[in-house]
């Protein structure tokens, strides 16, 4: 015996079969829909917004429901990446997520080259993040702001103003 229903002839017809028990309809997911449930907060740019938990601790909607956030633990500062449910309409931790100390996040900014290399291999393209200058670090008298330390990073505006005068000037 099988374990679906069997089908039944109507009387009145001999060609009409009808289900005794109809399965119920289930909704499909699309995977458009899957995503933009999982994306959180419209985010065409990239632009994250630095904000602050009942704690005091500064964090970053990644998506809907995860955070990185910046943490203190026994007096180490630890970078938390984490799930988050809600409960009581309050935002809580889950158990999903990893609580990285300085030292483990400085080699996963490390790493980062490398892995993206890696999926640029497997035909994965990520949009590069397009780092803002530090101007407020940047002195009127002339001092190197922190930018000018980092590997590639762009010439500072101050030159950038001086060499467009420069370019008026000769027309």
Do not use: C
Not at 13 to 18: E, G, M, P, T
Not at 52 to 74: A, C, H, L, P, Q
Not at 86 to 112: M, R, V, Y
Not at 128 to 133: G, K, L, N, S
């Amino acid at each position: 015996m099988t374990s679906r229903p069997r089908k039944r002839v109507s009387a009145a017809s001999d060609n009409i079969v009808v289900d005794d028990e109809a399965p119920p309809n289930k909704k499909s997911r699309t995977n458009a829909s899957r995503f933009s449930n999982s994306t959180g907060p419209h985010n065409p740019h990239g632009i994250y917004t630095r904000k602050e938990d009942s704690n005091g601790d500064s964090y970053w909607e990644i998506s809907k429901m995860r955070r990185i956030t910046i943490s203190s633990f026994r007096g180490k500062t630890m970078v938390n990446i984490r799930e988050y449910y809600e409960k009581d309409g309050e935002e809580l931790p889950g158990k999903k997520g990893i609580s990285l100390p300085i030292d483990q996040f400085s080699a996963l900014l490390t790493l980062l080259p490398d892995i993206e290399t890696a999926l640029q291999e497997k035909g994965v393209s990520i949009p590069r993040p397009d780092y803002v200058e530090l101007s407020t670090n940047t002195g009127n008298n002339g001092e190197k702001g922190l930018t000018d330390d980092l590997p590639g990073a762009r010439p500072s505006r101050m030159n950038i103003e001086a060499t467009s005068d420069e370019d008026e000037s000769e027309e």
